[in-house]
């Protein structure tokens, strides 16, 4: 059995549900100390963190990810028992094949593979693991960044192995990710009989030309690397139910995903000189999700460019779509930050796989990856 694959069942076979580890982090332990790494564990609150390193000099490369998974859902739905990596027909299923035991399983190898090969390389290797990816993500790697940051200990090249492939490995590289900006809205008014409106104040009226203008603005034109910054309502709520009834207050819910030509203040000045525009009487609460962040050129994209093309013969692509991931607390240390995984075409499901070829494939661009950085 392929190296890779045998240690994706050792992970997978661990239920590893947020924020449990369940022994992912002690077996990755045991693994790279073969290999000459120090660990350690950082443990906050509920969840386990791992910082290991091989060596002590800059630059340093980092492997990045979370042991934990996303619950399975109801296991009898699932067509191969969750926790139990199995084999089917070229694909191992399980869940965390492919969000992320896989991509651990790849960077283990790799690393121990290129280790023995070049076990004089230049700079340090090191992994930066938490177990509190999937979830509130407030224990995890924001914690361990901080801790690094404190004691003035710097990465580099961050690769972090979220899935980024959508049809084959390596088709994507995530180089970046948009902002995400949350507000709670609450637009105030009087309740009151529909029959007697002057003896109320009716906050939908009073909201909807706010939310018009809102719903219309062009905050930005985005740049080469992401597109417009897009705003959208997710959620509004008014009324009693009754046909008869002003409403006293309306809830609108919105939420900004937005590009590196403008930043999470000035959203909210725009915001909020439009609701005062519209002499709107409201409170309002806003929860930052995260910057975005763009790894434009360097020699991390480079090198990953050119590990990718060695290894699987095409070109791969440069993405900043999708939701947040932990690479935005990395980025702004001034790391380099890139993400490469295998296809995400079942994670978060039921009957979550991944190809096998895939993840020997993806830990020979690892293994190329650390070639083109470190020797
Ligand atoms: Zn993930």
Same mark, same amino acid.
């Given at each position: 059995m392929s190296q890779v694959i045998d240690v994706a069942k050792n992970l997978i076979n661990?239920?590893? @549900? %947020?924020?449990?580890d369940a022994g992912c982090q002690e077996y990755m332990k045991d693994w790279l100390s073969e290999s000459g790494f120090s660990h350690e564990t950082m443990v906050f609150e509920d969840t386990t963190n791992l910082w290991s390193r091989r060596? %002590? !000099?800059? +630059?340093v490369f980092c492997f990045a990810g979370h042991t934990d998974v996303v619950p399975s859902g109801p296991?009898?739905?699932?067509?191969?028992? +969750?926790?139990e990596a199995t084999e089917k027909a070229g694909y191992l299923h399980g869940? $965390? *094949?492919?969000?992320?035991k896989g991509s651990l399983a790849a960077m283990m190898v790799a690393t121990r593979r290129f280790v023995a090969d070049?076990?004089? #390389?230049?700079g340090s290797i090191a992994y930066l693991i938490t177990s509190d990816e999937e979830g509130p993500?407030? &224990? $995890?790697t924001t914690r361990v960044i901080d801790t690094l940051e404190a004691r003035n200990e710097k990465i580099t090249w961050c690769l972090v192995?979220? +899935?980024?492939?959508?049809? !084959? @490995?390596?088709?994507i590289v995530k180089n970046g990710r948009r902002g995400s900006l949350t507000g709670d809205l609450t637009i105030k008014g009087v309740q009151g009989h529909v029959a007697y409106p002057h003896l109320a104040k009716n906050p939908v009226h009073d909201a909807a030309p706010a939310l018009a203008e809102l719903s219309q603005t062009h905050w930005d034109n985005g740049n080469a690397s992401f597109p417009p910054t897009s705003f959208q309502i997710s959620n509004i709520h008014a009324g009693t139910? *009754? $046909? &008869?009834v002003i409403p006293g207050t309306c809830q609108v819910c919105f939420n900004f995903r937005f590009s590196?030509?403008?930043t999470d203040n000035q959203l909210i000045e725009r915001v909020i000189t439009i609701l005062d525009k519209h002499g709107l009487d409201y409170d309002i609460k806003w929860t930052f999700n995260g910057q975005p962040f763009l790894t434009d050129k360097g020699d991390l994209v480079e090198a990953t460019q050119h590990a990718i093309c060695e290894a699987t013969g095409y070109e791969t692509q440069l993405s900043t779509a999708g939701g947040t991931s932990d690479g935005r607390f990395i980025a702004p240390t001034g790391a380099q930050v890139i993400e490469l995984g295998p @296809?995400?075409? %079942?994670? #978060?499901? @039921?009957d979550e796989c991944v190809k096998m070829a895939d993840l020997d494939m993806l830990a020979n661009i690892y293994y190329g990856i650390l070639v083109r950085l470190l020797t």
């Open positions: 661990r239920r590893s @549900v %947020t924020p449990e060596g %002590t !000099q800059a +630059p296991e009898d739905a699932w067509q191969t028992p +969750p926790f869940r $965390g *094949a492919a969000d992320m070049y076990s004089t #390389h230049k993500f407030i &224990n $995890g192995g979220e +899935p980024s492939s959508t049809k !084959q @490995v390596g088709d139910g *009754a $046909g &008869n590196t030509e403008v @296809v995400n075409a %079942t994670i #978060h499901k @039921v």
